[in-house]
């Protein structure tokens, strides 16, 4: 334990405590961890990793997906991705919006707000933003499910699509941290 961790442990502790906040994680393995770690409740954030984690992963497609995103979120990332795909041989990796058709106005409409009628149809709002996602980038989840594999090409600290990708259990193969601060430090590759 470091002092900054003990510090955040106790940090957190304090929150959990309190009746103004509520402590929750995205991913099973938080929830754990936490729970674990500090001895106090934590609440599984009813994010979409539950449903992901019943999509089969086959790793059936050719594609090896470049992750996490649609498309590469930043210059830095763009050019990273081209070097992988120019420097792969006869391997293709892709982002989604290469390989599904419709996927090209995704980032723009997929982020818009739901319409009032996915809100009260019953579902929640990770069901309605799925099932948005479905309509408007032209592929499931179940399609990004079968690559074999995708490579992390981070662009924050903390990425969803991590998460996503993590939990519908598709090998993930990320840089390391050596690696990761050297892109950043040279071409900011973490906004």
Same mark, same amino acid.
């Given at each position: 334990?470091?002092?900054l961790?003990?510090?955040?442990a106790?940090?957190?502790?304090r929150l959990?405590a309190?009746p103004?906040?509520?402590l929750?994680?995205?991913?099973?393995?938080?929830h754990?961890?936490?729970?674990?770690?500090?001895?106090?409740?934590?609440?599984?954030?009813p994010?979409?990793s539950?449903?992901?984690a =019943?999509v089969a992963y086959? *790793?059936a497609r050719a594609?090896?997906? #470049?992750?996490? %995103?649609?498309a590469?979120?930043?210059? +830095?990332i763009?050019?990273l991705?081209?070097?992988i795909k120019?420097h792969?041989?006869?391997?293709r990796?892709?982002?989604p919006?290469?390989?599904?058709?419709s996927?090209?106005?995704?980032s723009k409409s997929?982020k818009?707000?739901?319409?009032?009628?996915?809100?009260?149809s019953? =579902?929640?709002?990770?069901? *309605?933003?799925?099932?948005?996602r479905? #309509?408007?980038c %032209?592929y499931?989840?179940?399609?990004? +499910?079968?690559?074999?594999l995708a490579?992390?090409?981070?662009?924050?600290?903390?990425?969803?699509?991590t998460v996503q990708a993590?939990?519908?259990?598709?090998p993930?193969?990320?840089p390391?941290?050596?690696l990761?601060?050297?892109?950043?430090?040279t071409?900011?590759i973490?906004?």
């Amino acid at each position: 334990d470091t002092p900054l961790s003990a510090e955040a442990a106790s940090v957190l502790r304090r929150l959990a405590a309190s009746p103004k906040f509520v402590l929750a994680v995205s991913n099973a393995f938080d929830h754990v961890y936490l729970r674990r770690t500090l001895h106090t409740g934590v609440l599984a954030w009813p994010g979409t990793s539950r449903q992901l984690a =019943g999509v089969a992963y086959t *790793g059936a497609r050719a594609e090896v997906l #470049l992750c996490c %995103g649609n498309a590469p979120y930043n210059s +830095a990332i763009h050019w990273l991705s081209d070097v992988i795909k120019n420097h792969s041989g006869t391997t293709r990796f892709a982002w989604p919006y290469e390989l599904y058709q419709s996927a090209k106005s995704c980032s723009k409409s997929y982020k818009r707000p739901l319409a009032p009628a996915a809100h009260h149809s019953g =579902g929640s709002k990770a069901e *309605g933003r799925a099932a948005r996602r479905e #309509l408007t980038c %032209g592929y499931q989840y179940t399609d990004l +499910a079968d690559h074999p594999l995708a490579v992390l090409l981070p662009y924050s600290v903390h990425s969803y699509g991590t998460v996503q990708a993590y939990a519908m259990g598709i090998p993930l193969v990320a840089p390391s941290l050596a690696l990761l601060s050297h892109l950043h430090v040279t071409s900011g590759i973490v906004s």
